[in-house]
Structure formats: C-alpha cells, structure tokens
C-alpha cells in the first residue's frame, strides 16, 4: 500500500516558493543561506488566571524573519490553528510583503494558540500582557514591531504597548501598529488592508482592460479585510453576490447591501440568517459564476479538489497564503489572474509604517494624506510586479516574490556578512 502524502505545512510552502524565485534571480548559494531562513524563533509560555480561578497554559511565539531592510515588522494572531509552523511562513511572507511594497522593515510574526471566541475580555487582557512581557526581549520600535492580525485589534496592541511602556517607565508609541487613534495610532489604519486590496483590484482591472463598475464579486471572509474590500467595491459600483465568515455563506444573485451587512454583522456577530439572502454551502461559494473572487480568511481555503470549479477572472489574496501551491498552480493553467498576498494585502503593513513615521516624529497625517500616500505605493507597487511578470513571462505569483526577494538580497550583498 502507498503511504499517504502528508501536505505541506505552511513554512515549507514558504520555502519553496522562496526556492522558484531565488532561482529564477540566479540568487548564489551564499545569499540563500543569508536570507532564507528566520533570524531569531522564540517560543514562551503564557499562563494565565482564568475566570474560574484555575491557572491555564498557553504558548505563544514571535518570529523574526529578516531584519536586512529594517526592524522586524508584522502582525500577532491569537487563533486555535497557531503552530510554531505557520507562524515562521507568516514571518517569512512579511519580509517578502515589506520588499515588495518598499518599506523599510523587515519581517516578523507572532501568535498565541487560543480560542479568543471562547474567551473573557478579562483572560484575553491578562493572556496579551503575559505574552507582551514575554516576548518583551525582541521587541521595540527599532527592533521588532507588532500590529493586529487574525483575532487581534487595535485595543490588543493598546495593551501591548502600555505594558511595553510600563516597563521602561515612558509611554513608547512606536513599539506597535494598529493602536487606538487617542495612542498615536495612525488614521486610516483599521481599513488599510482591505482598501489596499481595493486599488490592487482597481490596478488589475486597468491591466486586463475590465470593467469594475458592474463586476461581480464573492468576498470569502468578511473580517477586518474582506468587509472593507467588500464595502470600496460596493461603492465603485460592483455587485457583492456572496460574503462567508466562520459561521455560514450567503449568497444574492442581485447583490448584497454591504452598508446594511455590516451592520447586521456588527450586531449578531455573523453574515448567517441576513434578510435577503440564501445560505450556501462553503464549495457552492467558490464555485459561484463571478468576476472577483476575494479569499479574505486563512491560509488554504482554496485548494486541489475546490479550484478545477473557481470561475473568478480574478484572485485578488485579501488573506494570506490562501491558495494550496496545488490550487494556484491549476487557477493559473486556467488563465486566472492571481494578485498574490504579499502584493494585494500589503495596504496594512503600508499604513503601518505610515503610523511608525508618524509616532516617531509626533506628527500626525490627515486621512486624505494617508489614502493617497497608499493608493501610490500600491499602484507602484502592482506595476512593478507586472512589469517583471511581463519581462521575465513569469506569474504574478513568482513575480512579487522576485521582486520582494531580489530586494532582500540586494540588501544582504551590500551589508556583508558578519563579523
Ligand atoms: N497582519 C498584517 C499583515 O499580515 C499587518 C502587519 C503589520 O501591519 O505589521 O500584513
């Protein structure tokens, strides 16, 4: 009998497509071993008094991947999935992401396996600064900066940096991204990454010669990037036929009021049970007629047995890492234009680092300032990574990941080795 194929996790899916692209940049030996690699893996205990009285175990982790460009930067997720794995891939993809945007940072992750949908406001406060100071060594505002990702927000990293501060004694903005406006957060910063996605799509629209207006659009994951993805392309007039979240589908062939949505999710928690629209099963939602598709949750949602029916002309990865190398590789044989997640999310990096400039200079930017100053750097962006697509007949896929590694690597050369 043959023994079954265990899939790849998400860091060796990191590591392979870190291979293509360094190959196809004819990268030398020496410079892969410099920069394929995380820099620095910590792995902490978190325990924390729960409201029943009872002492519980979590671990945590922070990867820094690169800090050849600048300070490690990148998100922290509190989610039940988190491994050391997943996180080292996430990391990975960050230094890749900040590349190809041209920011000066490098890249980072951090998690904590939990379930924070099963858990008090109270053990996720406690559990946040028991992890801050845990992981307290590595970071700060010239060396490693956190920001909100899956199942965190602007009030985690509010918590972050008052423990941070208290430590050091003086409040110390800049050690996080993503805080409350009131901290020295940045305007602009909660909606950066779906709005981010929105000009990539705007981009490739212009490059395929299609309409947006009229498009039709299905939004997997109506979190923090997928609703504002959801509600921009609303406004520029396309059809929102179909939203998931981690409770349901649903679908409506003459569009979804997004406005009335995202209230309705505001209020219950979830898209499920929306007047005025059908539930859908989870592969009915992928395989629906459309001319968008925005997978906007976690990592490997479409995969081998779900792509062969995606009809989208376009993938615009909202997520990060959700298309199986599988799943990308049948979407492109089927001429589907993939703009790839370290393209197409990097809007809340962007505006991260926008926010990191502002707090270190106690200057704060008007939120036309800041939409403009994204919608440049993403436009730029895109164009870059088609240009090297069209150049070198590569995928978009490939393409931002030359970009983003070529970078790194110009870098590396430059700073030498040390010592
Ligand atoms: N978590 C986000 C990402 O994956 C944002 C990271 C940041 O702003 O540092 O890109």
Known sequence: MLAAVRPKNAFEVALENFDIAAGYLDLDHDVREMIKY??????????????????????????Q????????????????????????????????????????????????????????RNELEHMTRRYASAILPL???????????????????AWIMDTYSMTKGYPIPGVVTGKPVCLGGSLGRNEATGRGVFYTIQSACDHLHMQLKGATVVVQGFGNAGSVAAHLLDTAQCLVIAVSDSTGCIHNKEGLDIPKLMMHKEKTGRVAGFPGSEAISASELLALS??????????????????????????????????????????EAKGVFIIPDILCNAGGVTVSYFEWVQDLQHLFWETQEIYNRL?????????????????????????????????????????????
């Open 139 to 157: 970071i700060g505002p010239e060396q490693d900066i956190p920001a909100p990702d899956v199942y965190t927000n602007s009030q985690t990293m």
């Open 290 to 331: 459309c001319d968008i598709l925005v997978p906007a949750a976690l990592e490997n949602t479409v995969v081998e047995e779900n792509a062969p029916y995606v009809k989208a002309k376009i993938i615009a990865e909202a997520a990060n890492g959700p298309l199986t190398p599988e799943a990308d590789a049948i979407l």
């Open 65 to 120: 991947h690169s800090t050849v460009r600048g300070p490690a930067k990148g998100g922290i997720r509190y989610h039940p999935n988190v491994t050391l794995e997943e996180v080292k891939a996430l990391a990975a993809w960050m230094t890749w992401k900040c590349a190809v945007v041209n920011i000066p940072f490098g890249g980072g992750k951090g998690g904590v396996t939990c379930n924070p949908k099963e858990m008090s």
């Open 375 to 419: 919608e440049r750097v993403m436009r730029t962006s895109f164009h870059d990574v088609v240009k090297i697509r069209a150049d070198r007949s590569v995928s978009m896929r490939a393409a931002a990941n030359m970009l983003g590694v070529g970078r790194v690597a110009e870098a590396v050369k430059l700073r030498g080795l040390y010592p």
């Open 38 to 63: 995380p820099e620095r893996v910590l792995t902490v205990t978190v325990p924390v008094r729960m409201e029943n009285g009872h002492v519980r175990r979590f671990e945590g982790f922070r990867v």
